[in-house]
């Protein structure tokens, strides 16, 4: 059984080669980035001076360079890593008998797209992360709540994109 097993991994594997599929993320590259890329820009829309430091201060590589578009010197070897932050969405989704909301829900969600001499040649798709919010207290404890909460969502969203730019997934 096992050999049949592998007899059948095999011959996929085989077939998948030959018709020129292969994994995103594995092979001579920095993950989504071009392994032949020596200089990076960050574009951030949307949430942009937290996640613009948070991606500089965690987006580093022996293999190239954060830069300003203005400090470009090769455009062959330049990419653009684009953050588009959606605004943070925060709607009730629990309430009492009353019909008074007593938890929220808060959605913090973007995407990432790299962009080589006007391509994309890579791109995340939707990330997304949520945490709830319970109504209880005056207005300051619940503002202090979504504060905390959203810093949470905020990191575990860069987190992900982090790491899906990092395996190019």
Avoid at 37 to 44: R, S
Avoid at 72 to 78: I, M
Wanted: net charge positive; with cysteine; hydrophobic share 45%.
């Amino acid at each position: 059984m096992r050999h049949i097993l592998l007899t059948a991994v095999l011959a996929m594997t085989l077939l998948l080669n030959g018709c020129g599929y292969h994994l995103v993320g594995h092979g001579e590259s920095s993950g989504a980035i071009p392994a032949d890329i020596k200089t990076v820009t960050i574009n951030v829309s949307g949430d942009k001076q937290k996640a613009l430091s948070i991606f500089r201060n965690r987006l580093s590589s022996e293999s190239f360079a954060l830069v300003d578009s203005a400090e470009v010197v090769d455009a062959d070897a330049h990419a653009v890593l684009h953050v588009n932050i959606q605004p943070v969405a925060f709607v009730p989704s629990a309430y009492d008998a009353a019909g008074v909301a007593t938890q929220y829900q808060m959605t913090y969600s973007g995407s990432l797209f790299v962009q080589r001499s006007g391509q994309r040649v890579w791109q995340s798709g939707i990330l997304l992360q949520r945490g709830d919010v319970f109504v209880t207290g005056g207005p300051a404890s619940i503002e202090a709540s979504k504060e905390r909460l959203l810093r949470d969502l905020r990191k575990q969203w860069v987190n992900d994109a982090l790491g899906r730019l990092r395996s190019g997934f």
